[in-house]
């Protein structure tokens, strides 16, 4: 080509250029460069990448939305401070906690030092009146429970443990001395507590075969037997234990510091849920309790009920957090993540795992947020939390085996999240009674007959 020719090229060339956009490009990358590298393509190479380029991204395609898991929009049911509040603790668990998670739980390791970070949230106690407590609805509680489980099912066992058994069971039990004592201080997150009553020989018919005794000697309670699977017990400043009185055959309860004389808690290693926890396995051997330390109201089974009862509503929503968490990273990661030249959220068989994981978990909202209300109404029932209990727990399972499906092989890696929703979900599916107990509950207030074994 002549002179003349390139000439003439190169000023119809700068015709069709924009120079303000060529400015702006010229800014974020060498110019020289880019040229120099398109020129060693060839022609297929210099096709496919016109093609992408040319590709319009689809609205939304990597971007997953802040409250994407909501489909019903049910946080508009919260007022615009209880929203605040709600997005705070997302926040903090995104910021603060997510970071962490992973590598604590492939350790099995708790990171304590958000203990500290915890406390400027004020969300310690939640239901509670007096003693520091922020005293809001139990819908909040539920709330709260959903969003760290969303990150992380142990951090929210961690908190529901405190914050919910221990606390709960000295509001409900203690007595006045008892509250002023110990509640402030947990409310500040300033002594950590736990909460001890499965055993190692009996889990679901622990109201009735409870093996661990408490005798009064005179002076004191003396306490032998043991607690397993207890959260927060290897490093909480108070257990609450839970023991038969040897006299009366009653269980009553026991506020015990972590450095009484007689009490032993050992570290439960090898699971494969919730790691971060820090379960124990609790000896106590003639360990002395004084009558101060006695919860005053807890004479019998039917005052840890009323603990229980309380606190399996926030299982429920723990269970619909951990199902949340599981649907919104596999609904991210199936927009990133592409196979045939395409996103794989664009195949068919992707988009209806999606949608069944989205159908359970709308209706799993649903059900905790009526739950609640009932709870804050004061209707809330054994098996109103029971059955809440049993449906978002097996949903659940459905909810991160879809999740971990759609990921493929990817979806037993750690980085992804998903495999540790699919291990925290057989926690969730287990504790604070098994699907076959809390059936059983409902079974009796739906026939009028009791099916458990005498």
Known sequence: MSIFGKVKNTINLLKSIDMDQLAKINKQIDLGDAMKTLGNLDEHQLKGLMKMLKTKRRKGQHDLPPIDGDFYNLDLKLTKEQRDLQLKVRNFMEDEVKPLVNDHWNRAAF??????????????????????????????????????????????????????????????CGSEAQKEEWLPQMQKLEKIGAFGLTEPNVGSGVAGGMETTCKFDGENWVLNGQKKWIGNATFADIIIIWARDEDSNQVKGFIVRKDNPGFKAEKIEDKMALRIVQNALITLTDCKIPESDRLKYADSFKDTAKVLQMTRAG?????????????????????????????????????????????????????????????????????HASLAKVYCSMRTRDVVSRAREVLGGNGILLEHDVARFVADAEAIYSYEGTKEINSLIVGRAITGYSAFVN
Not at 325 to 330: R, T
Not at 350 to 374: D, G, I, K, P
């Open 111 to 172: 990171p304590f030092e958000i203990i500290e970070k915890f406390k400027s949230l004020n969300i310690t106690g939640i239901p509670y009146e007096g003693y520091g407590c922020p005293n809001l609805p139990f819908l909040m509680e539920g709330v709260i429970a959903q969003e760290m489980a969303r990150v992380d099912v142990s951090i929210s066992t961690f908190f529901g443990v405190h914050s919910g058994l221990a606390m709960g069971s000295i509001y409900l």
């Open 315 to 383: 299982v429920a929503w723990q269970a619909v957090g951990c199902a949340r968490g599981a649907y919104e990273s596999a609904l991210k990661y199936t927009k990133k993540r592409e196979q045939f030249g395409r996103p794989i959220a664009s195949y068919q068989l992707v988009q209806n795992h999606l949608v069944e994981m989205l159908s359970n978990l709308t209706a799993m909202q649903t059900m905790v947020y009526r739950l609640s209300e009932l709870q804050d109404q004061g209707l809330l029932t054994d098996e």
